[in-house]
C-alpha cells in the first residue's frame, strides 16, 4: 500500500510483484526444500510438519527472475503483478517426490509438531502477467526441476554444509 501511495502522490515508478514459493539452487538450507535434500544427504530423515497437507505453489528460481525481468521491461508503473508457474503441490508430495528422487522409500519420513499459525495454501494467479506482458515459466516439469535442485546440493556441500549445522541447532532449540 505504500509503494502505491508513493506511486499516486509522488510520482514513484514502481510495479509490485508477488510470487509463489521458490526452489533452486544457492536456496538456504533452512527452507522446506533444500532442508528435505540435505538432511537425507546427511543420513537423517526429513521432517514433515503436521499431515503435510499445507498447498504451496512451487516456481524455478530462475522463473521468478525472469517473470521479475518482465515486469520490469514491461510491466505498467503502479500494477500488481503475480509470479507463479502453477506448480501447486502438499508438502507431503515435494517430500515424497524428495525421497524418489533420491532413491530412497517415499514414505522414510517423520511427522512432527505443525508450526503454529501454518497456512493450509499458499495459490498465485499469474494470469495478468502471462497475458498482459506474454511471461511464461520456463520450468513446468517440476520433477525434472526438482532432481537439478537434488544434483545441486549433492555436488555443492562446501556452499550449504556449515549453514545447516547452525540452522538445525536452532531447530532443535525450537523443538522441530
Known amino acids: ?23 533452486g539452487p544457492y536456496q538456504h538450507v533452512e527452507k522446506f526444500i533444500p532442508r528435505q535434500i540435505t538432511e537425507i544427504l546427511e543420513g537423517r530423515k526429513p521432517k514433515l510438519y503436521g499431515s503435510g497437507e499445507n498447498v504451496r505453489d512451487w516456481i524455478h528460481t530462475e522463473d521468478h527472475s525472469s517473470g521479475v525481468l518482465t515486469i520490469l521491461e514491461k510491466g505498467k508503473n503502479g500494477e500488481t503483478y503475480l509470479i507463479g508457474a502453477e506448480g501447486e503441490k502438499s508438502n507431503k508430495e515435494v517430500l515424497e517426490l524428495i ?26 494467479d499469474a494470469s ?29 556441500k562446501a556452499w550449504w554444509k556449515a549453514q545447516k549445522a547452525e540452522t538445525e541447532a536452532r531447530y532443535k532449540e525450537m523443538g522441530r
Open 99 to 124: 525421497l524418489e528422487l533420491m532413491g530412497k522409500d517415499p514414505s522414510d519420513y517423520e511427522h512432527v509438531s505443525d508450526r503454529p499459525g501454518h497456512d493450509i495454501r499458499y495459490a498465485i
Open 128 to 156: 495478468k502477467l502471462k497475458n498482459e506482458l506474454g511471461w511464461q515459466p520456463k520450468y513446468t516439469d517440476f520433477r525434472a526441476g526438482l532432481k537439478d535442485v537434488i544434483d545441486w546440493y549433492k555436488n555443492n
Open 1 to 23: 500500500m505504500l509503494v502505491r501511495a508513493w506511486v499516486r502522490s509522488f510520482g514513484v515508478q514502481a510495479t509490485i510483484s508477488n510470487c509463489s514459493n521458490n526452489y
